[in-house]
């Protein structure tokens, strides 16, 4: 048997109808960038994360660049977050000039250890920004709590975490500002690359909306005078000025979702909770047939509610168990293998091997297995079998 990591068309397969109506609508509605289908996506995605705002965009590294630029952050700056995550991440905090501090991790659940967060904190510090690591939700209310009182923004990394729940509510999730990401093996995943920015404050998004259309239009001669007011400069009187996309007040990017891929994603949300549950329940029946194992399952922090984008095991001999899954048609592999801070794009920051233990530790130790909602009891069962055999091999 032969099992792959996410498999994202077994899901278009049984939703196919409707999914492919979709998208042709749109491919004959002749409406191609921007429009209805985009602007009811970002109002009913903000509404099922519990924000007030949302601002479509390419895709989740976007998302967090736009974030950043829209909170004024950028060279000179620095922003706290982890090496145990994407590079994406860091790469958006580089990417408009500021610098990453890496902190290390809870290592039960994988996720930023707000106690390390203090003391990263300088004067060049804007902000904080947790990543809700395999779907498991941040310790949110310390990371909060540090934040209001540094007089931080809270920057959340939801790119793996659509639909985890803190504290029982999906909106507890989020930060001053949250990036998601549609990435097609995503828990909400479209057909190609999608993003989107969420935040219930109306400059920062208003910001986001010029930002991403090239700095242009009303929202960005809006955005212009609010930079140059927060810097106390004034905006020159006698530079062009109009509403329309042709007049452009900063430099921005150009970063937009598909109005075939926000039809698409419309469809995927309405079942959105049952993809959800089919990954929690993968992970349960994993837990509960690895039990009595030695190996160490996924903790599940008991104020939050894990969504499985990722389910990975815990062992010393992890490279051993990933050989006897891949000979054995499991795909699997470590998520991810080099931390970010050890990452040779970073070298010139001069972190050094040892710097983050429990982040190296589990960059060496955990292996992941297929968890998609879409996978068939017997591929499950056939997965434990080899796990098992690995592990008394
Ligand atoms: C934690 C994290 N942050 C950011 C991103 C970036 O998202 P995208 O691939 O949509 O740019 C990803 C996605 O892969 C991710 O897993």
């Not at 949302?54 to 620095?78: H, M, P, Y």
């Not at 203090?118 to 941040?138: D, L, M, N, R």
């Not at 509403?243 to 979702?257: F, M």
């Not at 049952?274 to 008991?302: H, M, Q, S, W």
């Amino acid at each position: 048997m032969k099992v792959s990591l996410m498999n994202v068309q077994r899901q278009h397969e049984m939703y196919a109808a409707e999914y492919e109506q979709a998208a042709i609508n749109v491919l004959r509605s002749g409406g191609y960038i921007g429009g209805a289908e985009v602007s009811a996506f970002e109002e009913e995605f903000a509404s099922y994360q519990g924000a007030k705002y949302g601002i479509s965009c390419g895709n989740g590294t976007d998302a967090i660049v736009l974030a950043l630029r829209a909170l004024g952050i950028g060279a000179g700056d620095e922003v706290i977050t982890v090496a145990w995550t994407f590079f994406a991440t860091a790469e958006s905090i580089a990417a408009v000039g500021a610098t990453p501090v890496f902190v290390d991790v809870y290592p039960d659940t994988y996720c930023m250890d707000p106690n390390l967060v203090e003391a990263a904190i300088t004067e060049k510090t804007k902000a904080v920004i947790p990543v809700h690591f395999y779907g498991q939700s941040c310790d949110m209310d310390r990371l909060r709590s540090i934040c209001r009182e540094h007089h931080l923004y809270l920057v959340a990394d939801c790119a793996q975490a659509t639909g985890t729940k803190y504290k029982g509510e999906r909106k507890n999730i989020l930060g001053d500002v949250s990036c998601f990401s549609f990435f097609p093996t995503k828990n909400l995943g479209c057909d190609g690359d999608g993003g989107m920015v969420l935040t219930d404050d109306e400059d920062v998004a208003r910001a986001c909306r010029a930002l991403k259309v090239h700095g242009s239009g009303k929202d960005g001669l809006w955005t212009m005078r609010r930079e140059y007011a927060l810097q106390n400069r004034q905006v020159p009187d006698n530079m062009p000025k109009g509403d329309t996309k042709y007049y452009n007040y900063l430099i921005g990017y150009n970063s937009r979702l598909d109005a075939i891929q926000a039809a698409i994603l419309r469809k995927k949300l309405l079942h959105i909770d049952e993809f959800i549950a089919g990954r929690r329940k993968n992970a349960e029946l994993y837990n509960k047939a690895l039990e009595a194992c030695d190996v160490i399952t996924p903790f599940e922090d008991p104020n939050g509610e894990h969504s499985y984008y990722i389910y990975a095991l815990k062992h010393p001999d992890a490279a051993r168990i990933m050989n006897v899954l891949t000979e054995n048609g499991v795909a699997t592999g470590t998520y991810y293998p080099v931390p970010l801070h050890l990452q040779g794009a970073f070298a010139h920051l001069g972190y050094r091997e040892g710097n983050l233990p429990v982040t190296e530790d589990l960059s060496k130790t955990t292996f992941v297995l297929p968890v998609f909602p879409e996978l068939y009891d017997e591929e499950r069962e056939y997965i434990i079998r080899v796990v098992k055999e690995a592990l008394n091999g």
